[in-house]
């Protein structure tokens, strides 16, 4: 265990579905973050949520829809994906300070059919 | 353009022995920080090293040493007597505060496998 918790594993989903995708840090950390990691592309930095709040949105498209309750939980809402959506969604959490390093969950490997 | 990179999309290594994964980077900052992550076949990104860019001890974890030149913008990983349980993705990454954003840049990734 890492420090952070991603639920599911792993997840296959129809194109029509909605689903959740579920971070969760007990370290303290007031950041997080969603990336993407697709076969053969550097990791994409999705959204930043920082003291709660959403600090960055790097042109996902509106089907991703992600929430943080509080600074201890991240989601990501998935509604009607694309076969491309599939990958593996990391969620990861900073410390305060700007050179803070990222603490990453093992992430969701998702399939979208 | 290209804030990190790394030009050696494949390596073997044998065991035991050392090797150095390349990294390069671009910022017009003082301020930054550089990272490796390995990232094994279970997909989860595991820290491994951090140097700052005002640093001047090259950082060293164990096994992990970074090789920083900050003249040539380089940030190289050295892995020292290298073990079959090394073989993973691994990943340089930099995080840039001048950049206006929390983000940490990774580079593609360089595949290293440890051979008996």
């Known amino acids: 265990e890492t420090g952070v918790t991603q639920t599911p594993r792993h997840l296959v989903m129809g194109m029509t579905n909605k689903k959740s995708l579920k971070c969760e840090q007990h370290l303290g950390h007031n950041a997080m973050y969603w990336y993407k990691q697709s076969a053969k592309k550097p990791l994409e930095l999705m959204f930043v949520?920082?003291?709660?709040?959403?600090?960055e949105n790097n042109s996902v498209p509106s089907r991703f829809s992600p929430e943080c309750p509080n600074s201890s939980h991240l989601f990501l809402h998935l509604h009607t994906l694309q076969p491309e959506d599939s990958a593996l969604y990391l969620c990861?959490?900073?410390?305060?300070?700007?050179?803070?390093?990222?603490?990453f969950g093992s992430g969701t490997r998702l399939t979208v059919v | 353009a290209q804030k990190i990179t790394q030009t050696q999309p494949g390596m073997f290594v044998q065991e035991k022995e050392a090797v150095t994964l390349d990294c390069t980077y671009d910022?017009?900052?003082?301020?930054?920080?550089l990272f490796w992550y390995k990232q094994p076949s279970s997909g989860e990104m595991i820290f491994l090293i951090y140097?700052?860019?005002?640093?001047?001890q090259n950082a060293t974890e164990g096994r992990y040493s970074l090789n920083f030149q900050k003249a040539r913008k380089s940030a190289n990983l050295v892995i020292s007597a290298s073990q079959l349980g090394d073989s993973a993705m691994y990943f340089c990454a930099m995080r840039d505060p001048g950049a206006g954003s929390y983000q940490l840049t990774f580079g593609k990734g360089t595949k290293l496998s440890v051979i008996p």
């Open positions: 990861a959490s900073s410390p305060p300070g700007e050179l803070g390093g990222y603490t």
């Open positions: 140097q700052g860019s005002y640093d001047e």
């Open positions: 949520y920082s003291l709660e709040e959403r600090v």
């Open positions: 910022t017009s900052d003082q301020s930054y920080g």
